[in-house]
Protein backbone atom coordinates (compact mmCIF):
# COMPACT_ATOMS: atom_id res chain seq x y z
CA UNK A 1 0.00 0.00 0.00
CA UNK A 2 1.14 3.12 -1.19
CA UNK A 3 1.68 6.14 1.86
CA UNK A 4 -0.85 7.74 0.05
CA UNK A 5 -3.13 4.75 -0.24
CA UNK A 6 -4.57 5.28 -3.24
CA UNK A 7 -2.12 2.47 -5.08
CA UNK A 8 -1.56 -1.07 -4.00
CA UNK A 9 1.53 -3.31 -5.38
CA UNK A 10 1.15 -7.22 -5.82
CA UNK A 11 3.60 -9.73 -7.09
CA UNK A 12 2.98 -12.52 -9.48
CA UNK A 13 4.98 -14.77 -11.72
CA UNK A 14 7.44 -12.76 -13.75
CA UNK A 15 5.55 -9.38 -12.99
CA UNK A 16 4.50 -6.78 -10.74
CA UNK A 17 0.71 -5.25 -10.87
CA UNK A 18 -0.05 -1.54 -9.68
CA UNK A 19 -3.61 -1.59 -8.49
CA UNK A 20 -6.09 1.22 -7.71
CA UNK A 21 -7.10 1.08 -3.96
CA UNK A 22 -10.30 2.76 -4.81
CA UNK A 23 -11.39 1.12 -7.70
CA UNK A 24 -9.59 -2.50 -7.44
CA UNK A 25 -8.14 -1.24 -11.17
CA UNK A 26 -5.08 -2.98 -12.54
CA UNK A 27 -3.47 0.21 -13.70
CA UNK A 28 0.12 -1.10 -14.63
CA UNK A 29 1.68 -4.13 -15.34
CA UNK A 30 5.33 -3.86 -13.92
CA UNK A 31 7.77 -6.54 -15.93
CA UNK A 32 11.37 -6.98 -15.18
CA UNK A 33 14.48 -9.43 -15.21
CA UNK A 34 12.73 -11.99 -12.17
CA UNK A 35 10.44 -14.90 -11.88
CA UNK A 36 8.77 -13.96 -8.54
CA UNK A 37 9.83 -11.15 -5.84
CA UNK A 38 10.15 -11.09 -2.44
CA UNK A 39 9.89 -7.01 -1.59
CA UNK A 40 7.69 -4.48 -2.80
CA UNK A 41 7.28 -0.45 -2.26
CA UNK A 42 6.00 2.39 -4.19
CA UNK A 43 6.69 5.92 -3.65
CA UNK A 44 4.55 8.48 -1.35
CA UNK A 45 2.91 9.60 -4.55
CA UNK A 46 3.34 6.43 -6.91
CA UNK A 47 5.71 7.52 -9.52
CA UNK A 48 8.45 5.00 -8.20
CA UNK A 49 7.37 0.87 -7.65
CA UNK A 50 10.42 -0.72 -6.35
CA UNK A 51 10.62 -5.10 -5.89
CA UNK A 52 13.52 -7.35 -5.12
CA UNK A 53 13.70 -9.91 -7.53
CA UNK A 54 12.89 -13.72 -6.12
CA UNK A 55 16.56 -14.97 -6.51
CA UNK A 56 17.40 -11.73 -4.27
CA UNK A 57 19.96 -10.14 -6.63
CA UNK A 58 18.58 -7.67 -8.38
CA UNK A 59 16.16 -4.37 -7.17
CA UNK A 60 14.17 -2.83 -9.42
CA UNK A 61 12.66 0.42 -10.10
CA UNK A 62 9.31 1.28 -12.42
CA UNK A 63 8.39 4.15 -13.03
CA UNK A 64 4.83 4.20 -11.62
CA UNK A 65 3.42 6.18 -14.31
CA UNK A 66 4.78 4.78 -17.77
CA UNK A 67 5.69 1.13 -16.29
CA UNK A 68 8.93 1.43 -17.92
CA UNK A 69 11.94 0.50 -15.91
CA UNK A 70 14.06 3.53 -14.45
CA UNK A 71 16.95 1.37 -13.06
CA UNK A 72 18.00 -2.57 -12.17
CA UNK A 73 20.49 -2.51 -9.17
CA UNK A 74 22.46 -5.76 -9.79
CA UNK A 75 23.80 -6.52 -6.28
CA UNK A 76 26.57 -8.51 -6.39
CA UNK A 77 26.06 -9.99 -2.71
CA UNK A 78 24.28 -13.43 -1.82
CA UNK A 79 21.04 -11.51 -0.91
CA UNK A 80 19.35 -8.15 -0.98
CA UNK A 81 17.52 -8.24 2.82
CA UNK A 82 16.07 -5.04 2.18
CA UNK A 83 16.00 -1.59 0.86
CA UNK A 84 14.88 2.03 1.85
CA UNK A 85 14.32 4.93 -0.59
CA UNK A 86 15.75 7.96 0.87
CA UNK A 87 14.87 10.46 -1.22
CA UNK A 88 13.89 11.25 -5.03
CA UNK A 89 17.45 9.81 -5.95
CA UNK A 90 18.79 8.04 -3.58
CA UNK A 91 18.13 4.38 -2.46
CA UNK A 92 19.43 2.51 0.31
CA UNK A 93 19.77 -1.67 -0.20
CA UNK A 94 20.86 -4.41 2.50
CA UNK A 95 22.20 -7.44 1.83
CA UNK A 96 23.46 -10.53 3.83
CA UNK A 97 26.80 -8.79 3.03
CA UNK A 98 26.92 -4.79 2.91
CA UNK A 99 24.63 -2.10 2.93
CA UNK A 100 25.20 0.60 0.32
CA UNK A 101 23.46 4.03 -1.29
CA UNK A 102 22.65 4.52 -4.80
Known amino acids: LSP ?4 VVTAGYRAVYLWDSATGRLERELSG ?4 STGMAVS ?6 MAISGDGHLLIVWD ?6 RTTID ?6 LGFAR ?12 EAAVW
Not at 44 to 49: C, F, G, I
Open 75 to 80: VRAPRI
Open 64 to 69: GTTGRV
Open 4 to 7: CSRK
Open 86 to 97: LDDRQIAVFSTS
Open 33 to 36: NMQS
Open 44 to 49: RNAASV
